[in-house]
């Protein structure tokens, strides 16, 4: 009798986990094959059944490949050392969704690689992990010889979405379009590259690019993307001369982020207007000196394929080869006394707002007559969600204008105003790793804009929390 009542429950909890328990799936529908220096969306089918709360889909990539976000379903997303995490605080109620992301093969990519991914959840105050079933996908050469992952009968079939090419004649010993350009000299492509001519991409999708220089060293670039009535994913990528660096200026809702000479502006829908105007301040290495190109495409979606309207090469002069008249900042007006006249000014002292600052050198507004107008915020800032990092490049206890910036600090950039424990902080820029804004940091620094100490600060749902407290939330390291 104990046995039979023993097998009985045995069975019952097969059978109760067999129409309860296991429905818990990730599937992954991608092309099995794609070619160098393309890109493709991969669509996540996530069952969830019944979960709530936390957690965590990871996606590991091979060496060559790369993820950016298209569609999140309201998780955080980061790409680093080749992870892409999706993170929720909170999953979506329904029991089954789908993200997205684009996934992009470098230039110099080969082979069959494998991907495999996981979902990480809490269930009954435990950690639970479902596998999704390992796929591979051929670049170049071996593009005959992989397959994917067989996919269950009840998901959709794989299809193959690959970058839309199209490709133009090599121009010959050509200057980059005066019509994208505009420039105190004469700038032209240097020697190692050829200029790459400008290509509108399908919809009707164009961008041009202006580079402007400001001083010996720095630029100012502006690009303008006419999309029309495009929405959804869209993402502006520059690649920089070598030793070139960028800092975000006006990234028109896009999320920005610099890794070495590569420039990115990601946005996961785009705005409703039909022109983007994108710009950031370009800073060469010391010794720089000659001509230089920059190029860039502008990448997005029609009907889940990738296409691409190409910016074309724009080419500048940095270092002594410069013809502009560097301006430098005008003199602070002079405050002294004068016959009949009584002098007033009002001095800001700008100090730390944390015991970490306390190190850090104590600045005072110049006293000018300028400093009593009411300071114009040069940036409102958006609505934000998950985790994000900004940089602060100043504190005080009242707040001061971008005429101030300029003259104080030689800073034409954005910034927005934070009130926090009766203190007025600056911030800049948003970005969604913790690399990239430690990276930001370090370009205020290398630009010499005499900041007391910028430092990176970090936000769940838009509220201040501490950089580590975002670091075991979004599950990164100090190092991504």
Excluded at 346 to 366: G, H, L, R, S, Y
């Amino acid at each position: 009798m104990i046995k039979i009542f023993t097998l009985l429950n045995v069975a019952g909890l097969i059978l109760f986990n067999m129409f309860f328990g296991g429905d818990v799936s990730v599937t992954q529908n991608m092309p099995a094959s794609m070619d160098p220096g393309t890109e493709v969306r991969v669509t996540v089918t996530i069952n969830k059944d019944q979960i709530t709360g936390f957690a965590k889909l990871q996606i590991d990539l091979p060496p060559g490949l790369s993820a950016t976000a298209i569609e999140t379903k309201g998780a955080s997303f980061t790409f680093a050392e080749g992870k892409a995490k999706f993170i929720w605080m909170a999953l979506p109620t329904q029991p089954s969704f789908k993200v997205s992301y684009t996934l992009s093969a470098d230039a110099t990519a080969s082979g069959t690689l494998p991907i495999t991914g996981r979902l990480s959840y809490i269930q009954d105050n435990e950690r639970k992990t479902v596998d999704m079933a390992p796929s591979t996908i051929a670049i170049g050469n071996g593009s005959n010889a992989a397959a994917t992952a067989p996919v269950p009968a009840s998901s959709p079939a794989s299809t193959t979405e690959t970058t839309a090419q199209q490709d133009a004649p090599a121009p010959t010993n050509q200057e980059a379009p005066s019509a994208t350009a505009t420039m105190s000299g004469t700038g032209t492509a240097t020697a190692s590259e050829q200029p790459v001519p400008p290509q509108t991409g399908t919809g009707d999708v164009s961008g041009t690019r202006t580079i402007t220089p400001v001083s010996t060293y720095e630029s100012l670039v502006t690009v303008t993307v006419k999309k029309g009535a495009l929405r959804g994913f869209g993402k502006l990528q520059e690649s920089l001369p070598e030793g070139f660096t960028a800092v975000a200026k006006d990234n028109d809702e896009a999320i920005f982020s610099a890794n070495g000479r590569i420039v990115k502006f990601v946005w996961l829908n785009l705005p409703s207007k039909s022109e983007l105007t994108v710009r950031y301040r370009m800073i060469a290495p010391a010794g720089a000196n000659g001509a230089y190109t920059v190029n860039g495409e502008f990448g997005y979606l029609v009907n889940d394929l990738t296409q691409r309207a190409v910016i074309g090469s724009t080419a500048f002069n940095a270092g002594a080869a410069t013809a502009v008249a560097v301006v430098t900042p005008p003199p602070a007006a002079d405050t002294s006394t004068k016959t009949g006249t009584v002098a007033t000014a009002t001095t800001t002292t700008e100090v730390p707002a944390k015991p970490e600052e306390a190190k850090k050198p104590v600045e005072t507004e110049p006293a000018t007559a300028t400093t009593a107008r009411k300071p114009v915020v040069t940036k409102t800032p958006a609505p934000e969600s998950g985790i994000t990092y900004k940089v602060q490049i100043t504190a005080a206890h009242r707040e001061v204008g971008k005429p101030y910036f300029e003259q104080r600090h030689h800073y034409s950039g954005d910034f927005s105003i934070e009130h926090n424990d009766g203190w007025i902080k600056y911030v800049t820029g948003m970005f969604d790793r913790y690399k990239a804004a430690r990276e930001q940091r370090q370009a205020f620094i290398d630009a010499q804009y005499n900041f007391p100490g910028p430092f990176v600060t970090a936000y769940n749902n838009g509220e201040r929390i501490t950089v580590q407290e975002a670091l075991m939330i979004s599950g990164q390291r100090s190092a991504q």
